[in-house]
């Protein structure tokens, strides 16, 4: 995802593939049917967005085909949780180590950065040739907790070397994500951790949370104690102070004036919005009447919340946030399992979906497609593993 370009998608692609070729057999597809009825909402979920910007494409003329093509992730992945949900849940167990490889190749780069400043993406901000530094950094951070929070919930001992393994990652991940300078994604860092500790689990022996504790306070004063993170929180305060004097023209007050120009798109056109797409041409047209800002006039708003808003209207609103309730409410309730492996995979899903939910408040996940692919696939995966493994519990008496 963030070593190759379009790595997501080649993955994507190959996975879609195989799940086409097995729904070619008739009893496949039966299975399919009944996997449909057993998880309709969740899988209902990933077709509101691309179905709506569709029906703009088609119907009212309004929205872009370029931008339908991220969200079709999400409902191409429907065909991929058929194929998934076959396959035993020790395979399917296997994508933590996904996580843990994600987040130790992004401290990898990190560290390599340091000592090589000229493959920074601008000054004093880490990303990549084809990430820029917020959703680079946002994704590090969430393979972080990831790692961290795939460790199986039980309270008899687990492997040293499995702990050691994914501590390792967690902090490569985050150091990644703090060199990558990303403000809005560190709000997700309570949620995470909570994710990550919730539960009964390993965390039971003292030894091992005193280990953990250790690590994120050092990681905290770390972070906190460097140059890099005192001028990115302080920029807050600079720009909160300009906007009190009248200069919106910051960071913060251009994002504040972006969502209230969404704000009178969506008053405008309050049922579809003005076309997924057409934002920065609806902003244009606002900024040549005088109503708003030039310098707002952009392709997002910078909140994945304000651009649905603008673009899709009520409908889009309604289709984001069912979105995020049907897949979080399917994790939550597999969380209460009795079952360590579900309940790992429950939680895993809650950090995906629920840091999804909180980056989507500063930045527009979902129009990446590499964004989009990766959390349509991921949490078929993890439902998927969820299936499969109430299945054989339920073959194995259980």
Known sequence: MLSIKGGTGYCFFMVLTLSLIHLRCQGNRREAARLW?????????????????????????????????????????????????????????????????????????????????????????????????????????????????????????????????????????????????????????????????????????????????????GCAIAATSTHGVRTRLAA??????????????????????????????????????????????????????GEVPRFVVNGRAHSEFFSVLAEMGSLGVAALLTLYGATFATFWRARRSADPETVAAAYLGLSLVGSTILYGLTIDVLTLVMNAAFFGLTSVTLLAWIEARGKELVAAGR
């Open 236 to 289: 807050i305060s600079a720009d909160l102070q300009e906007m009190s004097e009248g200069n919106s023209k910051t960071s913060t007050g251009a994002r504040l004036d972006l969502w209230r120009a969404s704000v009178r798109l969506y008053s405008a056109h309050p049922v579809l919005g003005v076309g997924r797409g057409s934002l920065e041409h609806a902003l244009g047209t606002l900024a040549a009447r």
């Open 37 to 217: 009825r057993a998880h309709r909402w969740f899988l209902m979920s990933l077709l509101g967005l691309p179905c709506l910007v569709l029906f703009q494409i088609l119907v009212t003329r309004t929205g872009k085909f370029p931008d339908l093509d991220p969200l079709l992730r999400l409902a191409l992945s429907i065909p991929c949780f058929f194929f998934l949900a076959s396959l035993p849940s020790r395979q399917l167990r296997l994508v933590q180590w996904g996580f843990v490889a994600g987040a130790l190749a992004t401290g990898a780069w990190a560290i390599y950065a340091t000592f090589h400043p000229e493959v920074w993406y601008g000054p004093g901000r880490l990303g990549n040739s084809f990430t820029n530094p917020i959703p680079f950094g946002d994704t590090a951070l969430l393979l972080a907790f990831l790692s961290i929070t795939s460790i199986r919930r039980t309270e008899t001992p687990v492997q040293l070397a499995e702990v050691a393994i994914k501590l390792i990652a967690l902090i490569g991940g985050m150091y990644a994500s703090y060199l990558s300078g990303s403000r809005g994604g560190w709000i997700a860092l309570p949620l995470l951790l909570w994710f990550a500790i919730a539960g009964e689990h390993w965390l039971a022996d003292r030894r091992a949370r005193f280990v953990l504790a250790a690590v994120l306070v």
